[in-house]
T-cell receptor
């Protein structure tokens, strides 16, 4: 299944580094998402983009900066992260139906395993 | 508000055993319900879904029935295989949520040969 790809798959960075996570979807969808998955916690929705416009930002710290240059690509720019930011970062996409319906199925990439030292 | 509660794991079964993973939900209106599966080292994959009461979602031998009267969406499989070892997530999506999926904590399943 290669509908949603993410690079890199693994990333180790120091707290002063700047790095970016990349997500690409090949499904023709118009909405993309960033999630954070930490052990023993529910999946946390971070950002939602619909038609390249950010429609949701769930109180995510400013050290995480998303970018959606077109409907197929989504980036998450990282700078001055903390060790507690170590997690699996998942990208997902969906075909947005009627506005606000929220019933569409989301398709996930394999994730980027991030370790902050 | 909306919430999903899954049975705690880990669940350990022998091959060919019957599987049930319980999921109950709290929601206003008529949510859609989902089961996602995460195999080791991978992202989440949609396993099955149901969009209205009494619908039965099914895929790869797994089934779940949307029971509005008990607000449940339990996942079942008649005969599990070692390759079914994974983490299973129950989730709901509601018209008022504007694209949010509300997730359970996940249930880890280990199937031994």
């Amino acid at each position: 299944e290669t509908g949603v790809t993410q690079t890199p798959r693994h990333l180790v960075m120091g707290m002063t580094n700047k790095k970016s996570l990349k997500c690409e979807q090949h499904l023709g969808h118009n909405a993309m998402y960033w999630y954070k998955q930490s052990a023993k916690k529910p999946l946390e929705l971070m950002f939602v983009y619909s038609l390249e416009e950010r429609v949701e930002n769930n109180s995510v710290p400013s050290r995480f900066s998303p970018e959606c240059p077109n409907s197929s690509h989504l980036f998450l720019h990282l700078h001055t992260l903390q060790p507690e930011d170590s997690a699996l970062y998942l990208c997902a996409s969906s075909q947005d139906g009627l506005a606000g319906r929220g019933l569409e199925t989301q398709y996930f990439g394999p994730g980027t395993r991030l370790l902050v030292l | 508000g909306n919430s999903v509660t899954q049975m705690e794991g880990p669940v350990t079964l022998s091959e060919e055993a019957f599987l049930t993973i319980n999921c109950t939900y709290t929601a206003t209106g008529y949510p859609s319900l989902f089961w996602y599966v995460q195999y080791p080292g991978e992202g989440l994959q949609l396993l099955l879904k149901a969009t209205k009461a009494d619908d039965k979602g099914s895929n790869k031998g797994f089934e779940a029935t949307y029971r509005k009267e008990t607000t449940s969406f339990h996942l079942e499989k008649g005969s599990v295989q070692v390759s079914d070892s994974a983490v299973y997530f129950c989730a709901l999506s509601n018209a008022g949520n504007n694209r949010k999926l509300i997730w359970g904590l996940g249930t880890s399943l280990a199937v031994n040969p």
